[in-house]
């Protein structure tokens, strides 16, 4: 299992030990897209469960709050910011999470999760009117800080590419 770091020698699944890694400032962005019909989101300003974008922004947060809670080897973070925003569109609703912390590993699946999350609340809040709605292209845009520097998504005409610290 060469280059994956949450194997050891014999293979069995381990947690990362990041004790000796130097800690610095450290972000991540990520987004995601759902994929919703005009006439459902049409209707989301009669949604009696209340504002769908409002709702899946806190959720975004509070599971970014909570990620080493859901993915098994992920260090609990302390978290000085996170942050999701969603904007409707004429296909759907972009979302965008960002999550920052001090310390010694980087904070991808906490956006990432952010973002996952705020996409389910979306779909949960609208499935009454559409099954139909897909959730898209949930991935990292950028990631600063650490040993390995700054990662940018480039776009699709263009590779991806780490910019070292």
Avoid: W
Avoid at 38 to 50: F, M, R, Y
Avoid at 108 to 128: H, I, N, P, R
């Amino acid at each position: 299992m060469s280059g994956l770091s949450h194997y050891d020698e014999t293979g069995a699944v381990s947690m990362v030990d990041v004790g000796s890694k130097a800690a610095t400032r450290r972000s991540a962005t990520a987004r995601g897209f759902v994929k919703i019909r005009a006439e459902v989101l049409a209707a989301l300003p009669d949604n009696p469960k209340g504002n769908p974008m409002e709702v899946a922004r806190i959720a975004g947060i509070q599971a970014a709050k909570k990620t080493a809670d859901l993915i098994p080897l992920c260090h609990p973070l302390p978290l000085t910011h996170a942050d999701v925003s969603t904007e409707l569109r004429g296909d759907g609703v972009a979302i965008t999470a960002t999550a920052s912390t001090f310390g010694v590993t980087g904070v991808e699946m906490e956006a990432m999760t952010a973002v996952a999350v705020a996409s389910l609340t979306v779909y949960d809040m609208c499935k009454a009117l559409d099954k139909g709605i897909e959730i898209r292209e949930v991935v990292l845009v950028e990631k600063t800080g650490g040993k390995s520097g700054r990662y940018l998504r480039g776009p699709a005409s263009e590779p991806d590419r780490t910019i070292p610290a």
